[in-house]
């Protein structure tokens, strides 16, 4: 029973690369989500899809994209990363978008650093 | 002010005491409540989730209050174990999102 898996665990850009960080899970959950952690902010959502074929901006979508490719899976792009984007980065899914019974399962987390 | 603000700490506790942290939210709608927590350098998990009536789970127990627009979590008889950020983390239905504190980080020493 995976849960929610992420990939990639770790990454190193440099200002201005791009990259796609992928997200998917095997639980039949309607929605998904991005969030970022930074120390002492607590984390904070980027974008979610409530349901397949929807996406919605968060508390902070500026500088990311994301596509809800299917149930399963939930990407995140950054098209021009900056040193402001280093953070780790969790998506995280659960039956309803107001976190249902169970919350929110998280995957393991992307630490992202933009230098 | 934050939506959801949490007492960083750090805790320090011995084994075996009690230890309480509170959670206060500015969003009176809120509609759902949890505890998650968070080992160092890991990802959130569920502790439990907070209901009107409050809610136990063995060492845990949570209680919400509304009228106050605050959630509280309490452990009892504390262990090494227990050592982690614990988040308080609160339903914004009018954002279709949860919305996390920035955890309390308790430290639980021999």
């Known amino acids: 029973n995976a849960g929610v898996t992420q990939t990639p665990k770790f990454q190193v850009l440099k200002t201005g690369q791009s990259m796609t960080l992928q997200c998917a899970q095997d639980m039949n959950h309607n929605s998904m989500y991005w969030y970022r952690q930074d120390p002492g902010m607590g984390l904070r959502l980027i974008y979610y899809s409530a349901s397949e074929g929807t996406t919605d901006k968060g508390e902070v979508p500026n500088g990311y994209n994301v596509s809800r490719l299917n149930k399963r899976e939930f990407s995140l792009r950054l098209e021009s990363a900056a040193p402001s984007q280093t953070s780790v980065y969790f998506c995280?899914?659960?039956?309803?978008?107001?976190?249902?019974?169970?919350?929110?399962?998280f995957g393991s987390g992307t630490r992202l650093t933009v230098v | 002010r934050k939506e959801v603000e949490q007492d960083p700490g750090p805790f320090n506790v011995p084994e075996g005491a009690t230890v309480a942290f509170n959670c206060t939210y500015s969003?009176?709608?809120?509609?759902?409540f949890f505890w998650y927590r968070q080992d160092c350098r890991k990802e959130p998990k569920l502790l439990m989730s907070v209901y009107s009536s409050g809610n136990e789970d063995g060492r845990f127990t949570a209680q919400l209050n509304r009228a106050s627009q605050y959630i509280s979590l309490l452990i009892r008889d504390s262990k090494l174990s227990d050592s982690a950020t614990y988040l308080c983390?609160?339903?914004?239905?009018?954002?279709?999102?949860?919305?996390f504190g920035a955890g309390t980080r308790l430290t639980v020493k021999p």
């Open positions: 969003n009176s709608a809120s509609q759902s």
């Open positions: 995280a899914s659960s039956e309803a978008v107001t976190g249902g019974f169970y919350g929110y399962t």
């Open positions: 983390v609160v339903n914004d239905r009018n954002n279709n999102d949860m919305r």
